[in-house]
């Protein structure tokens, strides 16, 4: 299977803050990279597809990049909702899909 | 508006079977993909189980392969994990969650997700 590898595992940060988080795979995945926020006690939610592209109502602060093995997740402006866990997925090897460990995104 | 509601968790014996459900709402069963993703407790994800759009193809992560079955009531637009065998290590919180596409070859990104039902295996 495809590892997923997320660092930090947690960061610290205050509202107003660029956030960054970053996904490596460990072999070539091209573009297939998603990423998904969960807030604490709810479902994950889709928030980038296929490396880039931003899901339907997702706030345009979010952004994604990367290929290859290694992806990025910008937050521009970290807003209170914004703390959470995220996740990277790749979704290259049908059906072995897999997920990084989370980055949790606390207040500081 | 799409929802998923699971439902059918509870407290499994180590070697029993518990049998989950999703009710769908507000989209088809037929136009898209279906998977379930399991979360430990204070664990990440993890991608447990597919069927496509069609039905026809189902797919399972390895350390379920043999004693889970995914399928679907169209009629109902409902769908199942029936988990036989189980052991402590399925222990998790079991999410549906709808998939963008209806193919298995485009599937893999999961855009709805229900709020999970809880599976605890112990004796």
């Known amino acids: 299977d495809i590892q997923m590898t997320q660092s930090p595992s947690s960061l610290s940060a205050s509202v107003g803050d660029r956030v960054t988080i970053t996904c490596r795979a460990s072999?070539?995945?091209?573009?297939?990279l998603n990423w998904y926020q969960q807030r604490p006690g709810r479902a994950p939610s889709l928030l980038i597809h296929?490396?880039?592209s931003l899901q339907s109502g997702v706030p345009s602060r979010f952004s994604g990049s990367g290929s290859g093995t290694d992806f990025t997740l910008t937050i521009s402006s970290l807003q209170p909702e914004d703390f959470a866990t995220y996740y990277c997925?790749?979704?290259?090897?049908?059906?072995?899909?897999?997920f990084g460990q989370g980055t949790k995104v606390e207040i500081k | 508006e799409v929802q998923l509601l699971e439902s059918g968790g509870g407290l499994g014996q180590p070697g029993g079977s518990l049998r989950l459900s999703c009710a769908a709402t507000?989209?088809?069963?037929?136009?898209?993909?279906m998977s379930w993703v399991r979360q430990a407790p204070g664990k990440g994800l993890e991608w447990v189980s597919f069927?496509?759009?069609?039905?026809?193809?189902?797919y399972y992560a390895g350390p379920v392969k043999g004693r889970f079955t995914i399928s679907r009531d169209t009629s109902k637009n409902t769908l199942y994990l029936q988990m036989n065998s189980l052991r402590a290590g399925d222990t998790a919180l079991y999410y549906c969650a709808k998939d963008r596409f209806s193919s298995a070859a485009a599937a893999g990104s999961f855009d709805s997700w229900g709020q999970g039902t809880l599976v605890v295996v112990s004796s």
């Open positions: 997925q790749q979704s290259y090897s049908t059906p072995a899909w897999t």
């Open positions: 296929g490396t880039f």
């Open positions: 072999q070539n995945i091209g573009t297939s």
């Open positions: 069927i496509s759009g069609t039905g026809g193809i189902t």
């Open positions: 507000g989209f088809t069963l037929n136009n898209f993909a």
